[in-house]
């Protein structure tokens, strides 16, 4: 009832009340289908294309960067053409280096691998695996787009202001954040992207309120929350953790939108300024911001992380043609890791002067995330485990997630001690071990979630022969770049500095800057070819002429080949077993709207 | 993994279900809000002051204003509209009216040398201001959205007979209220 009544709602005028056989919508302009839709589907490729429009200039921004700390003594000309003063002479100036680091972060972490992947799949996959003809709000989700796309402009639009983009890193720290005289890029560059965030924390709330009400209100007859897909118990908690913590962000740019702009002592207090003078403010804490910024920053790394993790569990199920190894593990270790979330941000503080009690206690909550971890690793692998594998590129991305996830996550055991941290904080290490468990590894299940569900979006397949190039330069180049970064931070080589050469103890590290900057500038090449694979087979891929090409049980794959608004034709199919009938009784999948045989085994 | 979801009558209405999320969301703001409140206080150089007396009264208004939302969605449950009419009205110029008792708060405070913002301002002044603009924002939403709700029930060709505007909107202005009465509390006795 409810699912008809939102979509008839919304969709209003063009429908009959009994709508369910007329889902064609010939009253369409171009601006309402692929401009101001209320389709999910559409809303989620919004998404995935801006997301990968930011990816492309995030992932440039680290090229030149990484042109910079692999050959700080040599001059690109080139580069003066294009960044003009920000490059005097062919060399990357540090207000540019700066510029360039703090909105790489900025983007990767929220524009891309936040808005691009969690807002992409969720709109995707939410209404199409539970059953559902929209989300619960079509307008408030197509409201979260535009949100999101006003987001970018600002963010856009900072790069070229003429004191610069923000500088001070992705974090916004005050006082560099606080004070426009602080640095070039704290003046107008700071206060859009303030704006901007502002405007992403609304379209992230949009969003996520949706995600939930729709998992929780919208599903078919017959899907209980236990027959769920993992993909909507990931993205369920995902959107759980946005609506929870991005309001606590929020109010922390509140309460720094003050000081910036109307003299308050939030977060400021007995500071200098070289040519302006000592200021006024008094009484302000500086790591105050930095407690509402982590309760926000811990969580989102998680709402970064677990998208891809319920993708990679539906993923590796179907093309392991075996069921999920221990659903309910998964289902219990993903909200163990979402309650787990909000328990450990003081770990990103260790060295503020954090009380070492206190300390000690975000210690132990720190390395306690390490158990549903390692369930969830177990569960993978034991899925994988004698599985009749196929190796889609789908699933190869999968399998890389897996493996990035276990190298990753065991240093962060070593992270999560505070003792340790004295040593490690803002070196290289951190950097190596935060890119590969959450920005690789995320960025692994986002190419897993492409590869596999493009049949689903644009009704053709992607290229294979580029997708195995694809993932096997992105495979070994990721580890060829974060690897030898955890040596260079071990040997204590901090994070952000602009030119190692002039340090002697950092000296023997050039020519393995140089190797990385390399690798670093093959790697982004080849996700040129993945991008060119992807639009070329939005329009030219092998076309997909089977409703279910992957032989795989959730509802999605019940719908027309390409699905119009409203996704099913007819009635939505009831649903009677779980989504993970994979080699049951001599069949090697069951579809979940099948019903229960007479001759079934156990279920 | 055999229960059958047959729910569905009464199931609550998905937009509904969002708004009771979205609480929860601005929740989690003044949570962390009067979380800074907290911590700030207990470092150094904290201005102690006590609250303007009109925010007493401003509580009584927000109070009141909940008792003639609850009234007006109950009466167009009746089908009274005459009645419905009248009380939304009311209750958004109460609403309008404690918006304006707390800008008047902020006035006195200003004129007793507490200063808000600016450079001599005390963050304990600063977080009153901050805290509160924020909840009066909210309130405003409320005000905006019933005011959308009233004009609805005079344009617009189709008489729409559905409750559930008006008692979304209900919900959110009790949401409202109760979050300044915490917060009032909060002021004067916790932080």
């Known amino acids: 009832m409810s699912n008809e009544a939102v979509l008839h709602a919304s969709v209003g005028a063009h429908h009959e009340a009994h709508g369910d056989e007329h889902h064609e919508h010939h009253q369409d302009t171009f601006i309402t289908k692929y401009v101001f839709s209320q389709d999910h589907k559409m809303i989620a490729k919004q998404f995935l294309i801006t997301g990968m429009v930011w990816a492309v200039l995030g992932g440039l921004m680290s090229v030149l960067f990484r042109l910079q700390l692999g050959y700080p003594e040599s001059t690109f000309p080139w580069l003066q053409d294009i960044l003009g003063k920000w490059a005097e002479g062919g060399k990357i100036t540090p207000a540019a280096y700066y510029a360039l680091v703090t909105t790489h972060g900025t983007v990767l972490v929220f524009f891309v691998l936040t808005a691009g992947l969690s807002g992409t799949f969720a709109n995707f996959l939410i209404p199409l695996q539970i059953g559902a003809r929209d989300m619960a709000s079509p307008f408030m989700n197509m409201l979260s787009y535009w949100f999101f796309f006003a987001a970018s ?367 670093a500038m093959i790697v982004f090449a080849v996700q040129l070819l993945f991008l060119f694979n992807f639009f070329y087979s939005i329009f030219k891929g092998r076309r997909v002429t089977t409703l279910n090409p992957w032989g795989a049980n959730t509802l999605e794959w019940t719908t027309p080949i390409r699905p119009g608004h409203g996704n099913w034709v007819g009635e939505i199919p009831e649903v009677h077993r779980w989504a993970y009938d994979y080699g049951k009784d001599g069949k090697e999948f069951i579809s979940q709207d099948t019903p229960i045989g007479a001759d079934e085994s156990h279920h | 993994m055999n229960s059958e979801i047959d729910k569905k009558p009464q199931a609550i209405h998905p937009h509904k279900f969002t708004l009771w999320v979205a609480m929860g969301s601005i929740v989690m703001m003044f949570a962390g809000l009067t979380s800074a409140y907290i911590v700030k206080k207990n470092q150094s150089s904290w201005l102690e002051f006590s609250l303007p007396i009109v925010f007493w009264y401003s509580t009584g208004v927000i109070l009141l204003s909940s008792a003639t939302i609850q009234l007006a969605a109950k009466s167009f449950k009746a089908r009274e509209m005459r009645r419905y009419r009248t009380l939304i009205t009311i209750t958004a110029l109460l609403g309008l009216t404690f918006l304006a008792l707390q800008v008047w708060g902020f006035v006195n405070l200003e004129q007793n040398n507490i200063a808000l913002t600016g450079s001599k301002s005390n963050s304990a002044a600063s977080f009153l201001l901050v805290i509160t603009g924020l909840h009066m924002l909210h309130v405003l939403g409320g005000v905006i959205a019933i005011l959308i709700i009233f004009a609805r029930a005079y344009v617009g060709r189709v008489k729409n007979y559905s409750s559930l505007p008006i008692e979304m909107a209900a919900t959110y202005w009790h949401f409202v209220d109760v979050l300044w009465i915490y917060l009032f509390i909060f002021y004067n006795w916790i932080g």
């Open chain 1, 153 to 519: 402009i600002i963010m856009l639009s900072s790069m070229f202001v003429e004191t610069g983009p923000f500088s001070g890193g992705w974090t916004a720290y005050p006082p560099l954040s606080a004070l426009g005289d602080a640095s070039p890029g704290s003046k107008s560059g700071m206060d859009l992207w303030i704006i901007s965030m502002a405007l992403f924390v609304v379209s992230s709330l949009l969003g996520g309120l949706n995600y939930i009400a729709t998992v929780l209100n919208m599903r078919t007859k017959g899907m209980s929350m236990t027959r769920l897909p993992l993909t909507i118990w990931a993205l369920f908690f995902t959107a759980v953790l946005g609506v929870l913590s991005f309001p606590v962000l929020l109010s922390g740019f509140i309460l720094l939108i003050f000081d910036r702009n109307f003299g308050t002592s939030f977060y400021l207090s007995d500071i200098f300024i070289n040519g302006v003078g000592a200021l006024p403010n008094e009484g302000g804490s500086a790591i105050l911001f930095q407690h509402l910024f982590w309760f926000l920053g811990h969580p989102e790394v998680y709402i970064i992380l677990l998208p891809a993790m319920g993708m990679v569990s539906e993923i590796m199920s179907v093309n392991s043609r075996k069921p999920i190894f221990g659903y309910m593990a998964m289902i219990g270790s993903l909200f163990a890791i979402a309650i787990l979330a909000f328990l450990v941000w003081a770990h990103h503080m260790f060295v503020t002067g954090l009380n070492p009690l206190l300390g000690s206690v975000f210690v132990l909550l720190t390395l306690l995330i390490a158990v549903p971890s390692a369930i969830k690793v177990f569960n993978w692998l034991t899925t994988l485990w004698r599985g009749n594998v196929r190796f889609t590129p789908g699933m190869l991305f999968a399998i890389g997630f897996v493996s990035l996830f276990i190298s990753g996550g065991l240093t962060g055991i070593w992270l999560g001690n505070s003792a340790l941290d004295i040593h490690l904080h803002d070196t290289y290490f951190v950097i190596a071990h935060f890119h590969i468990v959450m920005g690789v590894a995320s960025m692994f299940g986002m190419f897993a979630g492409i590869y596999h569900w493009f049949p689903k979006m644009y009704g053709r397949f992607m290229n294979n022969t580029l997708a195995y190039i694809h993932f096997w330069v992105t495979i070994a180049g990721a580890y060829m770049i974060f690897w030898p970064m955890h040596y260079q931070g071990l040997a204590g080589m901090p994070r952000r500095y602009y030119d190692f050469s002039v340090w002697e103890s950092f000296k023997q590290f050039g020519e393995l800057n140089q190797f990385i900057s390399l690798v």
